[in-house]
């Protein structure tokens, strides 16, 4: 019969030794989806964008050839990637210094790299040629991705700050 100690376990202990530990494949499948999803909807957001005709110095209309940019992934998987392993890295740094001990470097980065997953739905939005829906998207993404990080690292602080 089990459960004759009486001991309860935690099930959502995030830093427990109960389960699979953290890995990287999530942070890095997320990270790398975004930046796929990054480059080609701004590469749709280009194309629609586009006039297709342009009138020269004669006033005749000209066809312009509408063609992709290769830099936005360069540019997009430089800047996410930065995001989801760099920034952890910093913060492990950071708060190693400040003697708070409660976040390994993997779980740091699979914070950060889960918490991209809000902004997966922004870039098929920020399709649409509507400023301010794009903006009003983005902020949603970004306070849900700070709610996340905030969420579950300010409590091993303030328990580290306050000394237990």
């Not at 790398?32 to 480059?39: C, D, E, H, Q, S």
């Not at 969420?151 to 303030?158: A, C, D, M, Q």
């Amino acid at each position: 019969e089990g459960g004759e100690s009486g001991e309860v376990t935690s099930v959502g202990n995030v830093n427990g030794t109960e389960g699979k530990g953290p890995d990287l494949y999530g942070p890095t499948w997320i990270t790398m989806t975004l930046v796929f999803l990054l480059a080609v909807t701004s590469n749709m957001s280009l194309y629609f964008h586009h006039t297709g005709s342009v009138v020269d110095e004669g006033g005749i209309a000209a066809e312009e050839e509408w063609d992709y940019d290769i830099n936005q992934l360069l540019h997009a998987t430089w800047i996410l990637y930065s995001f989801s392993f760099g920034l952890p890295m910093v913060l492990y740094v950071i708060f190693r210094l400040m003697g708070i001990m409660s976040f390994s470097l993997v779980d740091l980065i699979c914070l950060y790299g889960y918490s991209l997953v809000a902004y997966i739905p922004s870039t098929f939005i920020c399709v649409v040629p509507v400023s301010w829906l794009q903006w009003l998207s983005l902020c949603i993404s970004t306070v849900s991705s700070g709610m996340l990080v905030l969420r579950n690292v300010t409590g091993p602080i303030l328990e580290s700050a306050g000394g237990g």
